[in-house]
Structures are given as structure tokens and as C-alpha cells.
């Protein structure tokens, strides 16, 4: 790696793409394998349906999708990318990083090139780490990928979880941008007191899977909904809120909330706490469910796509997840 010099400019999103799976599960398809209904769902989180993973299909080919329309859009060459982060709570394997894989199947260039586990925060986390890697001049654009499988770790007998969450992938290019846009605030955090609310017990190297709990439902992502519903309502203002002061904003200054997707109820609280209209935040966890590290990236998408996201767009990005992690950053489109 050569000497590095501070990068003084703006840095900001050369390039955005996203993929979901086919497959479809709906509401209707959960409440033939547990016992909910499809208006318990829709009344209490927002999701209709989610994407699943195909049974063939592993999460870096979503991944991969993603970040080579995010790679076509910047119209960067891939060579030309010096780092690659990948975000996930569900990776291809344990060894090696899904980082790797994808730098190889990409041509990205030499540079850091790993997996970051910041469970639902990924995104955010992940692009604060690019934000900071070229600030500091250690790379001039940097790759990140959102991309989770909850899928692959979900209990499906299990109502509490497996109505939450959907699969995804999101990736963008960072780099230099064009003055007034780009990353203009950030905050992140972990309160750790919280570490087992969200949590998937055997699997790791606390617990190895064995014989005997290969079939128990410690393989599976466990959750304490309410506990985590009450941490989320209070996070996503004071996240957001903490970013605007770091930018010098105020939330009137906001066009559009991107918050991540994982009830809606969380999402009014925080639009009722900002006084925030409905048209300026963005939904799509009705079409994806929780789709995790890949959350921000699909509802940044979603809302381009219907018109809500220009160039000169100020975006509140914000997130919250296992650990208890939590994020937030500002950026001008
Ligand atoms: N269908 C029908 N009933 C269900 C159900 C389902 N899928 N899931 C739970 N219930 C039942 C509960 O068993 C409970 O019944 P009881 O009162 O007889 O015990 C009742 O509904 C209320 O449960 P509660 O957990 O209080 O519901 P809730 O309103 O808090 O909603 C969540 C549950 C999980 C949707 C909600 O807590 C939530 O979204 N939490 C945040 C989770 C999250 O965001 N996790 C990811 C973080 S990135």
C-alpha cells in the first residue's frame, strides 16, 4: 500500500444496485406452516411478503447481482476499486470472508477486502467504513455490499421469527463526488448490554454443531421481539438526530427518512416523534419483509425508483440491529 494523504473532498455514491430472489413467501404461505394469520402480520409489522433464496442459490450470487449493476452504474472500472466490504450476518462460510469470493468473481482490485458483521446496522457500518477509509486516503472508491439470507437461519416453525425476515442484496460505490452531495453526517453505536436479545446460539465456536443439537432449535435465530421493538422506537430518532448535529442539519432539513426495515410501527413512532409526512419516508419492507445488511440499500432503490430520491436528495439513513448495534448517517443524493 502506498503512503497515504487525507482526502479533503466530498465522498459520496458513485453507483447503486440491488437484487432479490424469485421466490416468493407470502403471508398467506406462512399461515399454512405456523400459527399466525395474514392479518396479525400486516397489523402488527407491515410485510406482506419476502424474497427467499432459491435452494440452489447461496447469497453471494444476490450479492454478486447487486454489486455488479452498483459496479455498471458508477461506471468505474471494477480494477480500479480498492476495497471491498461485505456486510452479512449469514455469509457463504465461516472461511472464507464472502469478501474474497466476490473480489475474485468482480476483478475488484487489491486492497482490504473483508466480511463485517454488524447484523442489521451492516450497510451503515459498512459505508462509515468506506466513508473513513478514504477520508484517510488509504482508497480512492470503495465497494460495499449489503447482503443477508435470514432464510438460511430462520426457524419455520418458530411465528415470532419467521414472519420477519426476507432475503436481499444492495451494494454501492464510494468515492469522490461532486461538491455539495455526498456524506454529509454520521453516528454509530453498540450497546452490547443487549448482546443476547437477537441471537443464534449454535453454529459458532462457543457452541459447535454436534449430533446431538443438530435438530434443536439453538441452530436458529432466536429473538426477544418486544424487548428489541422497545430499544428500536428510541434509537431511530436519537441516531438521527445525532447524525443531523454531526452535519450541522436540522431534521427540517431532511427530504427523505431511509430507515431500516423491519417493523412499520417503528417507523411511524419516528415519524410522529419528527412530524415527518408520510410521502418523505420510505417503505418497502411490505414487498421484502427484514431483509437486514441489504435493507438501506433496497429502500434507497425503491424510493428512486418511484421518484423520491434525485440528485440533491438530503437522505436521515438509519439502522439498528443485533448486539445491540445502531447507525445513522446524512446524505445529500
Ligand atoms: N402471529 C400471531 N400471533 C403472534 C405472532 C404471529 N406471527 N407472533 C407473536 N404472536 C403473539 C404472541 O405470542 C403474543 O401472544 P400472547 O399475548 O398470547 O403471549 C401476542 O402475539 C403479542 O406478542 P408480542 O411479542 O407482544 O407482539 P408485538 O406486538 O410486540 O409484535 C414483533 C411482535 C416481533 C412483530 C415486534 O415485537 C417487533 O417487530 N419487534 C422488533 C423485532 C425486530 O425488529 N427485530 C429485528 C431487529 S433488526
Excluded at 415470532?160 to 453516528?187: K, Q, W
Excluded at 443439537?213 to 421481539?225: A, F, L, P, W
Excluded at 419516508?281 to 431483509?291: A, E, L, P, R, S
Aim: proline share 3%.
Amino acid at each position: 500500500m502506498s503512503k497515504t494523504t487525507v482526502f479533503e473532498g466530498p465522498i459520496g455514491v458513485l453507483g447503486l444496485g440491488v437484487c432479490v430472489p424469485n421466490r416468493i413467501l407470502s403471508n398467506a404461505d406462512l399461515e399454512k406452516m405456523v400459527d399466525t394469520t395474514d392479518e396479525w402480520i400486516v397489523t402488527r409489522t407491515g410485510i406482506h411478503e419476502r424474497r427467499i433464496l432459491e435452494d440452489h442459490q447461496v447469497p453471494s450470487d444476490i450479492a454478486y447481482q447487486a454489486a455488479k449493476r452498483a459496479i455498471e452504474e458508477s461506471g468505474v472500472d471494477p480494477s480500479e476499486i480498492g476495497a471491498l466490504i461485505y456486510c452479512t450476518y449469514t455469509p457463504d462460510h465461516f472461511m472464507p470472508p464472502t469478501a474474497c469470493i466476490l473480489q475474485h468473481k468482480l476483478g475488484i482490485g487489491s486492497g482490504l477486502c473483508y466480511d463485517m458483521n454488524a447484523a442489521c446496522t451492516g450497510f451503515i457500518y459498512g459505508l462509515q467504513n468506506a466513508y473513513a477509509m478514504i477520508r484517510s486516503g488509504m482508497a480512492k472508491k470503495v465497494l460495499v455490499i449489503g447482503c443477508d439470507c435470514a432464510s438460511r437461519i430462520v426457524d419455520y416453525t418458530d411465528r415470532n421469527t419467521c414472519i420477519l425476515f426476507g432475503d436481499g442484496a444492495g451494494a454501492m460505490v464510494i468515492g469522490e463526488v461532486p461538491e455539495g452531495r455526498g456524506i454529509l453526517g454520521n453516528m454509530a453505536g453498540c450497546d452490547g448490554a443487549g448482546a443476547m436479545l437477537i441471537y443464534q446460539k449454535v453454529g459458532a465456536c462457543a457452541f459447535p454443531m454436534t449430533k446431538q443439537n443438530i435438530d434443536t432449535k439453538d441452530r436458529y435465530m432466536q429473538m426477544n421481539g418486544r424487548e428489541v421493538f422497545k430499544f428500536a422506537v428510541k434509537i431511530v430518532t436519537d441516531a438521527v438526530e445525532a447524525a443531523l448535529a454531526d452535519a450541522g442539519l436540522d431534521v427540517k432539513d431532511v427530504d427523505l427518512l431511509v430507515p431500516h426495515q423491519a417493523n412499520v410501527r417503528i417507523i411511524q413512532a419516528a415519524q410522529e416523534r419528527f412530524n415527518f409526512a408520510e410521502e418523505k419516508t420510505v417503505i418497502t419492507m411490505d414487498k421484502y419483509g427484514n431483509t437486514s445488511a441489504a435493507s438501506i440499500p433496497l429502500a434507497l432503490d425503491d424510493a428512486r425508483k418511484r421518484g423520491k430520491l434525485k440528485v440533491g436528495t438530503t437522505c436521515a439513513l438509519v439502522a439498528f440491529g443485533a448486539g445491540l448495534t445502531y447507525a445513522a448517517s446524512i446524505v445529500r443524493w
